[in-house]
């Protein structure tokens, strides 16, 4: 098989899409998702409630985006179902809760919001769990 940039060797990109997939799962629900699991009462009195659901509801809401869906994503199951929340947590992260944060002080954030929104556009690849591999 001939490759160009326009074509590339689809097994390079399954490898890098599950990648992305897994180092970003991963970070995502170590740093962000676990503690608010492990230390959930202290959390409810940290929790930013920008929209005014209360405490409980924005937290279970971060918790569905920061634990459920990326495991849902480093298994390839519902991909590109899964990053909405986790792109939407992200957004009033970054634009209603910290709008004052410079690029450097929210680099993590918008390093995981690049992310999870390419994998929603590109989808998980190959190399998953979710309809048994196919494309």
């Known amino acids: ?10 097994p390079r ?8 997939r897994l180092t970003g ?13 492990l230390h959930y009462r ?9 929209f005014g659901f209360g ?8 918790i569905l985006a920061e634990v459920i869906c990326p495991v849902l994503i480093a298994l390839g199951l519902f991909t590109r179902l899964a990053c909405l929340p986790i792109i939407v947590v992200l957004l009033v992260a970054m634009l209603a809760v910290h709008p004052g944060w410079s690029i450097a002080e929210g680099q993590f954030g918008w390093l995981l ?19 048994g591999g196919r494309p």
């Open 13 to 20: 990109i399954d490898a890098g899409l599950l990648f992305l």
């Open 1 to 10: 098989m001939k490759t160009s940039l326009l074509h590339p060797v689809t």
């Open 55 to 62: 405490p409980h509801v924005s937290l279970l809401g971060a």
């Open 113 to 131: 919001l690049i992310i999870f929104t390419t994998i929603a556009l590109c989808g998980p690849g190959r190399w998953r769990i979710g309809r």
């Open 25 to 37: 799962a991963l970070m995502l629900f170590y740093v962000h998702g676990l503690p608010k699991v």
């Open 42 to 50: 202290a959390e409810l009195t940290r929790i930013e409630d920008p």
